[in-house]
């Protein structure tokens, strides 16, 4: 296979990634043949697979600008994936110009692409690294830089959840980015879900995709995501479909299951 100009030298172009899979669906051109045919194979086992990642990016939309409209002007971007329209600096900075976000991605060709984007933009930067590392994130210089933890920060998690295996202590890594975190801070996250939706078929054969990448896939019920939030009070309406949070008009939460993705923004109190 050819290694087409942008992709860094680095990377296994024949394995599929996760952020290039998410691109894929999203629509992007950053991707290679082994991303595309995990993403189709997992569109064959769980047809709403484009939608989810729509549905997905659409929440990570209406969260910002609700965070953005509600004061905040710093935002940590973890498992940003690779860029496409909608970015958080995109929305934030739209609303508030001296809005500032530092994204995070453990993918190279995502982080790649992303210094590209952002070249130019003084508020904006990012860094590889991985959120299965927070203490490291928390630590980075361009976080320490772009960043000031005695005002609040907004936290995003949003859909990567799912590729942090209970193994790996997600409850203690969302307590350590809570312990750095000013009162009036907020934390989004979202995941893939089936809540007692899905056959069991559909759900081994959409695990079973994911094992062919560096991230397999650890699906949570609406109360295991809901229990991730603690600390963070949930504002209104909680862990729902992603489609049901705040949407923009009724007929976009429709059937909103099918997005398959669970999310949810709570405030640290204090």
Not at 63 to 86: H, N
């Amino acid at each position: 296979m050819q290694r087409p100009d942008w992709a860094p030298d680095t990377i296994d172009i024949e394995r599929p990634s996760v952020a290039r899979m998410y691109d894929y669906y999203l629509g992007g051109s950053h991707n290679f043949a082994a991303d595309r045919a995990a993403a189709r194979a997992m569109v064959d086992a769980v047809p709403e697979a484009p939608l989810m990642a729509q549905a997905n990016r659409a929440f990570l939309r209406r969260a910002v600008q609700f965070l953005t409209e509600a004061g905040i002007r710093q935002f940590l971007d973890i498992g940003s994936g690779i860029p496409t329209v909608g970015n958080v600096h995109e929305i934030a900075q739209r609303i508030a110009p001296e809005s500032r976000v530092v994204y995070v991605d453990v993918d190279p060709v995502a982080v790649a692409h992303s210094r590209e984007i952002l070249s130019g933009n003084d508020r904006a930067a990012v860094l590889q690294e991985d959120l299965r590392h927070p203490e490291r994130i928390l630590a980075h210089p361009e976080v320490t830089r772009m960043l000031d933890f005695s005002q609040p920060v907004a936290v995003m998690i949003v859909a990567v959840l799912h590729f942090v295996p209970d193994e790996d202590r997600p409850d203690e890594i969302l307590r350590t980015l809570r312990a750095a975190l000013a009162p009036g801070s907020y934390l989004v996250m979202s995941q893939a879900s089936d809540d007692d939706r899905r056959d069991t078929g559909e759900r081994e054969e959409a695990e079973a995709v994911y094992r062919r990448t560096d991230n397999p896939l650890v699906i949570r019920s609406r109360r295991e995501l809901t229990a991730l939030f603690d600390g963070f009070p949930l504002v209104d309406p909680g862990v729902v479909w992603v489609p049901q949070w705040r949407p923009e008009t009724p007929e976009s939460a429709e059937d909103a299951e099918k997005a398959v993705f669970m999310g949810g923004v709570g405030r640290l109190g204090g």
